[in-house]
């Protein structure tokens, strides 16, 4: 007597492995993505602090805040190398509210406040705009601009 016995697998049970792999790759990047921004959003974070003991130490010497981004920092890109994710913009807490342009500028900045703003077209678009001040207060909220994101004892990344 002769058996047909068949080792293997059938076409059904093959298709079904890749449809299980299938969607577990799409969870799985989705997850990566989301953890790549929160990464970055993070770098950025260590970068404003960093800054902002550079600030204290300008601000010890020169006995003001009255600088540029590309003194204290070499920069208003960051990273500073390779593709920018965000853009830096320092801002000194005066009677206007001007953003200091330059080395030469004639305002007199007791505090300061540094802004973090993804650049449009990059990964970070629409992940929210971080802040910090001159008092370490922070804030950051997901699906903030610049406006909508207020800095107070309260806030926090």
């Known amino acids: 007597m ?4 068949k080792n293997g697998f059938t076409i059904v049970e093959l ?6 792999i299938a969607v577990l790759a799409a969870v799985s990047i989705q ?3 989301k953890f790549v921004i929160r990464t970055n959003r ?3 974070q260590a970068a404003m602090t960093q800054i902002a003991q550079k600030l204290a130490s300008y601000k010890l010497v020169n006995n003001d805040y009255n600088t540029t981004l590309t003194v204290v920092y070499g920069g ?6 390779g593709a920018a994710k965000y853009t830096l913009i320092l801002n000194p807490s005066t009677a206007t509210n001007a953003q200091i342009t330059g080395p030469t500028s004639s305002a007199t900045s007791n505090t300061w406040e540094l802004d973090a703003v993804p650049v449009a077209t990059g990964k970070q678009a629409g992940n929210g705009v971080v802040k ?5 207060q922070r804030c950051w909220t997901q699906t903030a601009t610049a406006s909508s994101c207020t800095i107070s004892t309260t806030s926090s990344w």
């Open 15 to 20: 298709m079904i492995v890749i449809a299980v």
């Open 132 to 136: 910090l001040n001159d008092q370490g």
């Open 31 to 33: 997850m990566f993505q």
């Open 76 to 81: 208003t890109n960051f990273p500073l190398t």
């Open 42 to 44: 993070t770098d950025v």
């Open 2 to 5: 002769a058996t047909n016995k």
